[in-house]
């Protein structure tokens, strides 16, 4: 008889987005990644004990002995409540079983569903920790939240161990990502370490520490833009169709190799995707940040321009990786089918394919806030693709509140590539617009913020909209405009599509890619 116990984190977000900071997200995250599949691995190992899960805030082994089983839980709790005593975690008791999900759809004979009971129950009561200060100490001067034990060299200012721990995780060293030690890497590593293998030339380069890091400090500070008209781009995606997936992979007789098999394919299709958007970094830092890499989530930032490509690429390079999988992988659609047909499984595993969105703002805005819409953003990506391909929505976010998305219809979201007339889909691709931005890209913005205002105007009479442009149009000086007139993408049902050549427009307001 085995001996299980499970423990999977709360408000993980929360927890990496406490501060609007790059470098205190970047260090979290890679902490918490750290503490996740490497640290309670090697606790549970130690003590003779087997991992089946670690990854995603989700942890699972057994252990032959009850004690053994005892002390894993009690060092694992000990290491996560001293590491991040902000963090909200639920940790099972002991469960013996055989096995923990057992052959067939008999989940209730198995480990895994008293503890996913056990588990459950804990979130919806108590999800946390008080925590009391001393009046007397010095609180940290970052986050304000624990006491400062550290003094900073640079600025002398005061900090907590969490936040120091969080800046020294951050210090991420490119040059230490050697391919002969992948075994101690965390996921967010292993991709850095995949993309410096494609990019040589990066490795000499620093991961950005701050926002502005992003941009590549040009030899003449003249030359440069000022801090508060850059743009960054917030890219989230997580993947669809998962669950009955996870179902299957469970019931393996290797789980925790069969997610690594799993975790593989999104680490390569990652790596290839920034390989390509960046394959000759320019300045000192690199372009783009990590910041959340583990199961099927993952955030990470980069200047704007990049955005558009990042997303074609990601969705190229997925596809590239799967159809290169052998017949015996558990990402394999045959082998998936041919396992759910022995466990006689009614659900169809649903395709490979994620649902994402980017958010373009100002480097300034917080956070916090460009995630809470990006998280939106991508909910409703995957809804409204009913999680049928790879698909994106998109906000660009002024400082000053814009009415723009409430006077106008726009074409989103979108499959990035594909998806036309699919399931009854009646919208352009991502890939679409971006072959019709290169086309139309000599329109000027003067001349796409004077269409886009008549556009308003006309909203509720695309006729006359399109007969205003025509006429528009026929002047010497505005010919350079004409073609979209006659462009057969940009219209439905023989008249000129509104919410299409908005959605052009918008994304040519982005910046090109380089």
């Not at 099972?92 to 209730?108: A, C, T, Y």
Request: hydrophobic residues 40%; glycine residues 6%; aromatic residues 8%.
């Amino acid at each position: 008889m085995k001996h299980f116990f499970s423990l999977q984190y709360a408000a993980i977000q929360k927890t990496v987005l406490r501060h609007d900071r790059l470098w205190s997200m970047a260090g979290v995250s890679a902490a918490l990644s750290e503490l996740n599949e490497i640290i309670l691995p090697s606790i549970a190992e130690t003590r003779g004990g087997r991992v089946l899960v670690a990854g995603g805030g989700k942890f699972t082994a057994h252990f032959d002995g009850g004690k053994d089983a005892e002390d894993a839980r009690a060092a694992a709790i000990r290491e996560i409540s001293t590491r991040f005593p902000m963090l909200e975690c639920q940790v099972s008791g002991i469960v013996q079983n055989e096995r923990l999900v057992p052959p067939g759809d008999q989940p209730e004979n198995g480990a895994l569903k008293p503890l996913m009971d056990d588990l459950k129950k804990q979130k919806q009561s108590f999800r946390g920790y008080g925590v009391s200060f001393n009046p007397h100490l010095l609180l940290c001067e970052e986050c304000g939240e624990h006491p400062a034990v550290h003094e900073q060299k640079a600025d002398k200012r005061r900090v907590c161990r969490i936040c120091q721990a969080a800046k020294d995780g951050a210090a991420i060293s490119l040059s230490g990502l050697t391919r002969d030690d992948p075994a101690s890497q965390t996921t967010i590593q292993h991709v850095y370490r995949k993309y410096l293998d494609k990019v040589e030339a990066a490795r000499n380069k620093k991961a950005p520490h701050n926002f502005e890091d992003l941009f590549p400090k040009t030899a003449s500070p003249a030359d440069e833009s000022p801090s508060e008209r850059r743009r960054m781009a917030v890219w989230l995606s997580d993947i669809n169709n998962m669950k009955n997936k996870v179902n299957i992979w469970l019931k393996e007789p290797d789980i925790l190799e069969t997610f690594r098999q799993v975790k593989a394919v999104f680490i390569n299709a990652l790596a290839d995707a920034l390989s390509l958007t960046f394959p000759n970094p320019a300045g000192d830092d690199l372009p783009f940040r990590v910041i959340i890499a583990g199961g099927d989530d993952l955030c990470l930032v980069m200047a704007e321009e990049h955005i558009l490509d990042f997303a074609v690429n990601l969705s190229v390079s997925a596809d590239r990786r799967l159809n290169e999988l052998g017949a015996d992988h558990p990402l394999n659609p045959s082998w998936l089918k041919q396992k759910k047909r022995a466990l006689e499984q009614d659900k169809e595993p649903g395709p490979y394919c994620f649902g994402g969105a980017f958010v373009i703002a100002s480097i300034h805005t917080p956070f916090r806030r460009i995630h809470e819409v990006g998280e939106e953003l991508m909910s409703a990506a995957k809804r409204k693709t009913k999680r049928l391909g790879d698909s994106v929505n998109w906000r660009i976010m002024s400082e000053e509140a814009s009415q723009t998305d409430r006077l106008l219809a726009f074409e989103k979201p979108i499959f990035i590539r594909g998806g036309h007339g699919k399931d009854g889909w009646d919208r352009l691709s991502l890939s679409d617009y971006l072959k019709l931005r290169d086309e139309y890209g000599h329109i000027s913005g003067s001349h796409r913020f004077q269409i886009i205002s008549r556009m308003i105007d006309l909203r509720e009479t695309p006729e006359k909209f399109e007969r205003w442009l025509k006429a528009h149009a026929s002047s010497e000086h505005d010919k350079d405009f004409s073609g979209i007139l006659t462009e057969e993408r940009l219209r439905k049902n023989g008249r000129l599509a509104l919410d299409r050549v908005a959605t052009l427009f918008e994304l040519m307001s982005v910046k090109e890619g380089v």
